[in-house]
């Protein structure tokens, strides 16, 4: 293992301000944020004119039932949800009347029921156009290169999601045993089906518009001096292409696919039975015989995504806790060995030049730090963490360290002003003590805190922004429906940039995390 003096990374070596925000929060009239330019530009806007350098995505992956980034279809394709069909429009593959429904839909949240039903089928009517147009349509490039540049996944993607569809939405381990696992499907004379090879089109046609107008968005962003840091869950689906291609990676039944261990955290302080998460842990020895291939094509296609990556759950690396699959709960999990630092190595070795962050929050094993400090990733720090306990709390800004990202809270936070508010008074008057303030208006003392800590960067969720309470919570952990569906206004974006902004910019020139260019 490298020593401490000579860790395997070490390119946070700057200070800087970020914001944090997924895509799907942003304004529009589609029924969901989506990559348009009239809603990303006064984001740019707001963010160039306060001095932040960062913007901070949740994962941009298909996401299933519940919704969530972090449990998606597939760990290499985006998510439709969030392609701009004004720009079908104006290549005549919709009408104006094809958006209509979805223009009824609510614009200061997400009801991903309606969006599912309204959705979908204005997406299949645009490539039922595209289709008979003669595929002239193409305004990011050439499409058969597009799916040349991704064939590493595309094709088993788009069929596995055609499959869904033609077993009405059944997990794939209780499909027909000659299509349950990819290298059997393609075997099968389902594959080569008309209708099914068409749907499988739709899906890839998709992610042809999904990845153009991504990449239009990270023009911009770039143009703007900006980075984006993308989000990679350390566990997959198990309902995922993922799995169903690449079964031999992880630890399912070799017959059924079934998992045989999924993961989970085991009981601590904020809850009795811990977290049954249910996704499939990794045989990490097959993993290890193939030199970690499959990990380094998912990094490098996150890479391709953003400037930089944080890694969900980064202690996985060293210990994961796994649960038998039937467990009802997480409290029968075991502690079991992960790569360790074999797998970074490897990184640094394949892609030496790529910037990574380790989400490491909670309660850590020294073999944990150790890992960390090996690595040289950046970890995290959560102010809402920092109270009500004692002077060495780890979260406190003076026990921070400059190799750190430090958040008021994240997307699995309440809001400053929301957590405040419902935290019981010991927190809130260590709090109002250690910040000397009298805590009205906490979301700007946590970012003020943030911005003078020792942490070379510092990323704030645009609601704490805005001053917003708990109705702007984006996610609860544990909590099954209501999640992700928190959106903003145009309006409200208008008055935080003329308001605040300067405030902000003020801020990060006092602090030394002004963009270099700036300065």
């Not at 003669?134 to 991704?150: D, I, L, V």
């Not at 099968?188 to 968005?217: D, I, P, T």
């Not at 929050?361 to 963490?385: C, W, Y």
Request: aromatic content about 14%; charged content about 20%; overall charge negative.
């Amino acid at each position: 293992m490298p020593s401490a003096n000579s860790p395997l990374f070490n390119w946070l070596t700057s200070r800087s301000a970020g914001l944090l925000l997924h895509p799907t929060s942003l304004p529009s009239d589609q029924g969901i944020g989506v990559l348009q330019e009239s809603a990303v530009e006064p984001l740019l806007d707001f963010m160039e004119s306060s001095g932040l350098s960062q913007w901070q995505t949740c994962p941009l992956g298909p996401t299933g039932f519940g919704d969530s980034p972090y449990q998606c279809f597939s760990s290499f394709a985006g998510n439709p949800y969030l392609v701009d069909l004004q720009v079908l429009v104006e290549a005549k593959l919709l009408t104006p009347g094809d958006l209509v429904p979805l223009q009824s839909l609510p614009r200061e949240s997400i009801d991903y029921g309606l969006l599912y039903e309204q959705k979908w089928p204005v997406l299949f009517k645009a490539y039922a156009a595209w289709e008979a147009s003669g595929r002239e349509f193409q305004p990011y490039g050439s499409y058969p290169e597009f799916c040349a540049s991704q064939s590493d996944w595309l094709d088993g993607y788009t069929h596995f999601m055609a499959l869904k569809q033609h077993f009405e939405g059944a997990a794939w381990w209780s499909w027909p045993t000659e299509v349950r696992f990819e290298s059997k499907a393609r075997k099968s004379k389902l594959w080569k089906n008309k209708e099914l090879s068409r749907v499988a089109g739709a899906y890839s046609f998709f992610q042809y518009l999904f990845f153009g107008q991504w990449n239009r968005v990270r023009e911009r962003v770039r143009a703007r001096g900006i980075q984006i840091i993308g989000d990679v869950p350390i566990f997959v689906a198990a309902d995922s292409s993922d799995v169903w291609g690449n079964p031999q990676l992880f630890q399912v039944d070799p017959k059924s696919g079934y998992p045989l261990r999924v993961a989970g955290v085991p009981p601590d302080y904020f809850s009795e039975d811990g977290q049954l998460w249910g996704n499939p842990l990794y045989d990490w020895d097959a993993h290890r015989q193939e030199k970690y291939a499959w990990w380094l094509t998912r990094l490098q296609a996150n890479i391709d995504l953003s400037d930089i990556v944080r890694i969900d759950h980064f202690r996985g690396f060293d210990t994961y806790w796994s649960i038998p699959a039937d467990a009802k709960t997480a409290k029968t999990g075991e502690w079991r060995k992960g790569p360790g630092v074999d797998f970074f190595e490897t990184v640094k070795k394949e892609l030496p030049t790529c910037r990574l962050i380790a989400e490491d929050l909670g309660e850590l094993a020294p073999s944990v730090v150790e890992l960390r400090e090996a690595t040289g990733l950046p970890g995290m720090a959560i102010l809402q963490f920092a109270f009500g306990g004692d002077a060495s709390n780890l979260y406190l800004p003076h026990n921070l360290r400059a190799n750190s990202i430090v958040y008021p809270g994240t997307h699995d936070n309440d809001t400053s002003m929301g957590w405040y508010r419902s935290a019981p008074d010991p927190i809130r008057e260590h709090a109002n003590r250690y910040l000397r303030v009298p805590g009205e208006n906490i979301g700007w003392d946590l970012i003020r805190s943030a911005y003078s800590s020792v942490s070379s960067m510092a990323v704030i969720p645009l609601q704490d922004f805005m001053s917003l309470g708990s109705a702007a919570r984006f996610n609860t952990p544990g909590k099954p429906q209501g999640n992700w569906q928190w959106r903003f206004c145009a309006s409200q974006l208008a008055e935080l940039n003329k308001d605040s902004s300067a405030y902000i910019r003020e801020l990060a020139e006092l602090n030394g995390r002004l963009p270099e260019s700036t300065d």
